[in-house]
């Protein structure tokens, strides 16, 4: 990952890049990730609480990828948190990796430094796309 495999940085400068000049070529200078005070890898959380009513979705996206996780009625909280973290993990296309433990799953970006930090984490907030009934996150 550090020089520009899946889920890199660079790897995905490249995607969009070709993705917007299909016909153009694209040479990569690839750099560390920075070391030293200040450059630790960031981590967030997402805690489920409540319980699944009804079968639906955990709808992830990070990093502008997005990952569904199924959900069943009755479903236990570390169920889904396991889940979560597993799709996350099957999916070496993302820049960051995922651990679960009692209901919270922790994101840590694969790199570090200011621009691998300032990625964006979504659980479901787009309004057509609720959580499950009965589930919190």
């Known amino acids: 990952v550090a020089w520009g495999g899946a889920g890199s940085i660079a790897a ?3 995607e969009v890049f070709i ?3 299909p016909t153009g070529n694209v040479s990569l200078m690839l ?3 920075p ?5 630790a890898q960031a981590t967030a959380t997402a805690t ?15 990093g ?4 569904n996780v199924p959900v069943a009625n009755g479903d236990t909280l570390a169920a889904i948190a396991t ?18 433990a009692a209901g919270v799953v922790t994101f840590t970006t694969k790199h570090r430094g200011a621009l691998a930090n300032a990625q964006a984490l979504i659980v479901n907030q787009l309004p057509d796309e ?3 009934a009965g589930l919190a996150c």
């Open 83 to 100: 889940r979560v973290a597993a799709a996350v993990m099957a999916r070496t296309d993302l820049s960051v990796t995922a651990t679960a």
């Open 31 to 33: 750099v560390d990730d």
């Open 12 to 14: 995905h400068m490249a």
């Open 130 to 132: 609720p959580l499950p």
């Open 48 to 62: 489920f609480t409540g319980a699944p009513t009804a079968a639906g979705f955990v709808r992830i996206i990070v």
């Open 19 to 21: 993705q917007n000049n």
């Open 35 to 39: 070391s030293g005070g200040g450059t």
């Open 64 to 67: 502008g990828r997005r990952v």
